[in-house]
């Protein structure tokens, strides 16, 4: 699987490791403890994870097992209370809040159960949003790029009308555009198939598929049952640990480890 490192000339260069992982994405002993009135409390424990380019993982477990906390702190949304997180070479787990959000828009697309589209934006300017904000290509080539995104998610039919004229289907792949404006390594989805109908999360996993054979990396939580027809491996959570690790090679599921 070949690896798609992403340069952006504005991307802080400071937490850039001397180390290198093997992996695009590696966690080592990554804790995450909240404080709360009743104490302290362990949403991740010591995880130990590492992913490697063009692989389309799903996340599973109850609710409250950790898999958002999980995802946040791989997109430096949120920080471990302890461990290493590495992305692309870059030790995530030590950006700043500052430099976080220009880090994210260029090497992490983010999809989301409720879209979270703007609707004051065209669906278009909804997916030049991330090429705005980053200043990633060129401002006279950024509706082109957005237009050949909605293109290629196929609903370039919708690209002038605002996003609350869409079905939800027709959202979540406007969404999935935007995710795609900056050409990220790593995409990220946080229950992206939660509100869609069976037709339409089929639909959105079988695009996440694609993009995984092109060597994109894709992280998803998910409840879908039927997950394993479109993914290559599915990490289980509960209590903050991974129980289970599965690749699944030609649809048929081979466990590799158990925790
Ligand atoms: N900001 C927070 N403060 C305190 N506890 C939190 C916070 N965020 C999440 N948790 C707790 O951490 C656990 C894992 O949450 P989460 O990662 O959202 O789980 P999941 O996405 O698997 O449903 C839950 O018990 C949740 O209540
Ligand atoms: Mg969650």
Same mark, same amino acid.
């Given at each position: ?5 992403? @340069?952006?000339?504005? #991307?802080?260069?400071?937490? =850039?490791?001397? &180390? ?29 994870? !590492? ?29 471990? &209370? #302890? ?13 700043? !809040? ?17 879209? !979270? ?29 957005? =237009? ?15 996003? @609350? ?43 996440? !598929?694609?993009? *995984? ?11 879908? =049952? ?7 491996? @599915? ?8 129980? *289970? ?15």
């Amino acid at each position: 699987m070949h690896k798609r490192f992403h @340069t952006n000339p504005q #991307a802080p260069v400071s937490p =850039r490791q001397g &180390t290198t992982s093997p992996y695009l994405i590696e966690l080592q002993r990554v804790t995450k403890q909240y404080s709360t009135p009743a104490g302290t409390f362990t949403a991740i424990n010591e995880i130990d994870l !590492q992913v490697e380019a063009g692989e389309f993982v799903a996340i599973t477990g109850k609710s409250g097992s950790g898999k958002s906390t999980l995802l946040n702190m791989i997109t430096a949304i949120d920080t471990p &209370t #302890a461990g290493a997180i590495t992305v692309a070479g870059v030790a995530v787990h030590q950006l700043s !809040q500052n430099n976080s959000a220009i880090w994210r828009g260029t090497n992490i697309g983010l999809v989301f159960q409720f879209f !979270q589209l703007l609707p004051t934006l065209t669906v278009v300017e909804n997916v030049m949003l991330p090429m705005d904000f980053c200043n990633t290509y060129p401002t006279g080539e950024r509706r082109e790029r957005a =237009r050949m995104l909605l293109d290629r998610v196929g609903v370039l039919d919708q690209a002038d009308k605002v996003p @609350t004229l869409l079905s939800g289907g027709q959202q979540q792949r406007v969404a999935i555009a935007r995710a795609l404006a900056n050409d990220p390594p790593v995409v990220i989805a946080d229950e992206p198939t939660g509100n869609l109908d069976s037709h339409m999360a089929d639909a959105t996993l079988s695009l996440f !598929q694609e993009l *995984a054979a092109g060597g994109q990396t894709i992280l998803m939580v998910t409840h879908e =049952r039927t997950v394993t027809d479109w993914v290559s491996r @599915t990490v289980n959570l509960a209590d903050g640990v991974i129980i *289970a690790d599965s690749l699944i090679t030609d649809r048929v599921p081979r466990e590799v480890s158990y925790v």
